[in-house]
């Protein structure tokens, strides 16, 4: 699937921020360790979610959304094997492995896929569920993970998001304490921490490095909000900047800090209030140098997208990436435009201002694409991304969001 983009009117708008995509994933196979029904609101309906309640409906679940409120209430017994190869598409379909094993002890799973960002091994996960007492047969279709699980103390190498929230999910129904020292504290692990919460899980030092779980035996049913999505506050804080401005709702301005000081310190002009932000561009910006990592450092996910303004901005720009070997796929397509930026080892040197002209350009990745369309939107030509179906995985609804700011967004199939 390609889309044709360009700028065509730009103007600010108040744009509405979805629910958390990486929330919204763990949060929906967390529903499997409760024996009741759960009620999510604020739910982001794009295709990765769409893919994991595919797959909850295959093992013994109903689900349904009306209004970005999802109801999940099992229906029969939950199968333990796992035959839906679109697990393959996606990251967040290895939170299964986690709520299986705390649910009934043990899983069948073709090997979780996700975004190519370089090596993204699952080490973490599986010793943490051998640490539990599990086994783990892997072949190469499947994986096989089983065993009678018992509560203990897990020390992470790095704060892994996916390795915390799979040994919360694996370790709040087990007897007995497990200790996660060295837990990741992005906001969407505390977001799982307050829904295991509210089914009535014991978990002390949310938000903390170190998380102390209390077995319990049953998780009661639920409704709980998902937190917004600030990759997609900061991707259109970004388009913001790129333009005259953006006015934003539905998000939360604590878990923006390093996005909104790095464009406060390049020039831009932010005001947040309640659930408001906005931003405005009255004059020239000045160069960033960004160092990303865990949170609450700038975060992986929001790198491509600042590398585009970069190439908007006099000077030159750093952007220094710690978490993934392959962040920045989408450099050959900036280049076709006219970019001036290299990558020298994890450093992304980007040399503006430059001119971009409209091109052919091709996403490997979700944010990549994101990137790409924030690249064709400094162009009054059309703009052709390849691949495009990729963004679909992680914003809701950028099509009508784009065109309510004065953007030309035309898919062809
Ligand atoms: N890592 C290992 N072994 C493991 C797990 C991770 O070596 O067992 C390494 C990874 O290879 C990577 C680093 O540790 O270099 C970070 O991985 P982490 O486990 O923290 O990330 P993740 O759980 O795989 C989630 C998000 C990503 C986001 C990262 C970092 C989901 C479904 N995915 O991935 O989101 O980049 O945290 O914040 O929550 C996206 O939304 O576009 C996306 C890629």
């Known amino acids: 699937m390609k889309a044709k983009v360009r700028e065509k009117s730009y103007h600010d708008c108040v744009i509405p921020i979805s629910g958390s995509k990486n929330s919204a994933l763990p949060m929906i196979c967390a529903s499997i360790l409760c024996d009741e029904e759960v009620v999510l609101n604020n739910i982001p309906e794009i295709e990765d979610t769409k893919v994991l309640l595919e797959i909850m409906n295959s093992i013994g679940y109903h689900v349904k959304i009306i209004n970005h409120t999802l109801t999940i209430q099992p229906i029969k017994k939950i ?5 839906n190869e679109k697990v393959k598409n996606l990251r967040g379909s290895y939170y299964f492995m986690g709520a299986l094993l705390g649910k009934i002890g043990k899983l069948k799973i073709p090997h979780p896929g996700g975004c190519s ?38 020390e992470l190498d790095f704060p892994s998001v996916g390795a915390t929230i799979n040994i919360l999910l694996a370790s709040v129904r087990l007897n007995g304490t497990t200790i996660i020292s060295n837990a990741a504290t992005e906001p969407e692990v505390t977001d799982v921490c307050h829904f295991l919460t509210s089914m009535g899980a014991k978990i002390s030092g949310i938000g903390t490095k170190c998380l102390h779980i209390e077995g319990v035996k049953k998780l009661k049913k639920t409704e709980y909000t998902i937190i917004p999505d600030r990759i997609e506050a900061g991707t ?4 913001g900047a790129l333009h005259e401005g953006i006015t934003l709702t539905n998000v939360d301005a604590n878990h923006l800090k390093s996005i909104l000081d790095v464009l406060r310190q390049c020039g831009c002009e932010i005001t947040c209030m309640n659930r408001m932000i906005s931003l405005k561009k009255t004059k020239p910006l000045s160069p960033f140098q960004i160092r990303i990592g865990t949170y609450p450092d700038f975060p992986t996910d929001l790198g491509p997208q600042i590398s585009v303004l970069g190439t908007q901005i006099k000077g030159t720009s750093y952007i220094e990436e710690t978490i ?75 099509q009508k969001k784009l065109s309510d700011l004065g953007i030309d967004f035309e898919l062809i199939r």
Request: proline share 1%.
């Open 79 to 83: 199968k333990w094997k796992i035959k």
């Open 117 to 154: 960002l370089g090596e993204r091994p699952i080490n973490y996960h599986l010793d943490a569920f051998r640490n539990m007492n599990a086994t783990v047969k892997e072949t190469k279709k499947y994986l096989k993970i089983e065993g009678n699980l018992f509560a203990t103390t897990h």
């Open 236 to 239: 259109f804080l970004i388009l």
């Open 324 to 398: 993934y070997t392959k962040r920045f796929s989408h450099i050959s397509s900036l280049k076709a435009m006219g970019g001036d930026l290299y990558l020298n080892q994890n450093m992304l040197h980007i040399h503006g201002s430059t001119t971009l002209h409209a091109s052919e350009l091709y996403s490997y990745d979700l944010r990549c694409s994101a990137a790409l369309v924030l690249a064709a939107t400094c162009c009054h030509d059309f703009s052709t991304i390849h691949h495009i179906e990729m963004l679909f995985r992680g914003y809701e609804n950028i």
